[in-house]
């Protein structure tokens, strides 16, 4: 059974680094046609895509973060981490980490975390 779980800072200021870590169980990151990424829900809104790291290490990032997102992985300890550079209190949300189904057009997301929110504020 696969397994995913957010982890990271609940409280970020305002110009920091938002940084989070996915721990995935049950689940290699680097088995084939599987992606690691995260969305993200801010209050009130809907759900906005980030970015996917690929089971080669290949990044994708959503085109509507200005270049801020950042995703990166360790295999050795099977977790994905996410970035968010320069955050202002619009970035306060509900972080989650996704499991992407490749073998598919679109590509689905078949397994995700609880959740972890995060608050940009002083």
């Known amino acids: 059974q696969v397994q995913l779980r957010e982890s990271g800072p609940g409280l970020v200021k305002p110009s920091q680094t938002l940084s989070l870590t996915c721990t995935v169980s049950?689940?290699?990151?680097?088995?084939?046609?599987?992606?690691w990424g995260w969305i993200r829900q801010p209050p009130g809104k809907g759900p906005e895509w980030m970015g996917v790291?690929?089971?080669?290490?290949?990044?994708y990032y959503s085109p509507f973060l200005e270049g801020r997102t950042s995703i990166s992985r360790d295999t050795s300890k099977n977790q994905f981490s996410l970035q968010l550079s320069s955050v202002t209190p619009e970035d306060t949300a509900v972080y989650y980490c996704?499991?992407?189904?490749?073998?598919?057009?679109?590509?689905?997301?078949?397994?995700w975390g609880q959740g972890t929110q995060v608050t940009v504020s002083l």
């Open positions: 996704l499991r992407h189904w490749l073998g598919a057009v679109p590509d689905p997301p078949d397994y």
């Open positions: 049950g689940a290699s990151i680097t088995t084939r046609n599987y992606a």
């Open positions: 790291i690929s089971y080669d290490g290949t990044t």
